[in-house]
Nanobody, 125 residues
Framework: QVQLVESGGGLVQPGGSLRLSCAAS????????MRWYRRAPGKERELVAP????????NYADSVKGRFTISRDNAKNTVYLQMNSLKPEDTAVYYC??????????????????WGQGTQVTVSS
């Protein structure tokens, strides 16, 4: 059974830091690209940061560049999102996503596409 379990969310003051974790099970983690998404109230889901199987990451959302860092530990089947200098506009539910197998294009997406249940991050004084 595939599971992605996020943790590490919470309430933090502006300028603070949080580290999100996503523990994966039920599939070969090292074969999958991992992403962090977020959805803020009243807004569309946004891709925050992706990381491919070898640990290379790029294409951070412009809104988080220089503040957030995605990383992965294939030995622990875990992906992380280090969030620094948090702003109120970072408030959202953060989701972990795993994709793998064949990519069928923008309409059909990936053969394997798994999601976690999300963790709430609230940045407020």
């Amino acid at each position: 059974q595939v599971q992605l379990v996020e943790s590490g969310g919470g309430l933090v003051q502006p300028g603070g830091s949080l580290r999100l974790s996503c523990a994966a099970s039920g599939f070969i983690f090292s074969n999958y690209a991992m992403r962090w998404y977020r959805r803020a109230p009243g807004k569309e889901r946004e891709l925050v940061a992706p990381i491919i199987s070898d640990g290379h990451s790029s294409n951070y959302a412009d809104s988080v560049k220089g503040r957030f860092t995605i990383s992965r530990d294939n030995a622990k089947n875990t992906v992380y999102l280090q969030m620094n200098s948090l702003k109120p506009e970072d408030t959202a539910v953060y989701y972990c996503n795993a994709v793998g197998g064949t990519y069928y294009g923008p309409d059909k997406g990936w053969k394997y596409d798994y999601w976690g249940q999300g963790t709430q991050v609230t940045v407020s004084s």
